[in-house]
């Protein structure tokens, strides 16, 4: 299976430091999102429930960086060890196409980051970007557009 998305391994994806605003005005943003992980992962890893969040417009994790340590042990020396991961990222449909495409590989490339530098050999992890595809229209629930999706990757 291979995904498709704007980039799909860290080795070919140039890094930036943030992407622009797209509020308009600079409006104010409620709520966060959070990283999802799929329920065979955290089955596997004994990992009840990942939650780790992103504020409106940043690919900065702002917590759960304890259950990402515990993902990152899983996969260097737990029974995820030979898998390799798929980090889908997200963002609620608020601002251009091409702005939310970047951010949510920006989201992605964040949660590989975090898991490489905790022992996670880069060639395992792949990136997607659905930007603000899957968003809900109701602004009630676009905290939880801003997500990344970790799923197995073969």
């Not at 004994?46 to 993902?71: R, V, W, Y």
């Amino acid at each position: 299976m291979r995904a498709a998305g704007l980039c799909l391994f860290l080795a070919s994806c140039a890094t930036t430091a943030a992407a622009p605003d797209p509020r308009p005005n600079g409006e104010a943003q409620e709520g966060e999102g959070e990283i999802e992980l799929m329920t065979v992962v955290a089955e596997k890893c004994s990992i009840p429930e990942l939650k780790a969040f992103f504020h409106f417009g940043t690919a900065e994790i702002k917590s759960g960086q304890a259950n990402l340590d515990q993902l990152a042990t899983c996969l260097v020396s737990g029974p995820l060890r030979d898998e390799k991961l798929l980090l889908v990222g997200h963002t609620d449909p608020t601002g251009p196409d091409e702005y939310n495409d970047q951010l949510a590989l920006f989201r992605a490339k964040s949660v590989g980051d975090y898991l490489i530098q905790h022992g996670v050999a880069k060639e395992r992890i792949a990136y997607q970007s659905l930007g603000k595809q899957d968003a809900a229209p109701d602004p009630k629930k676009h905290a939880s557009d801003r997500r990344v999706d970790i799923r197995l990757w073969q």
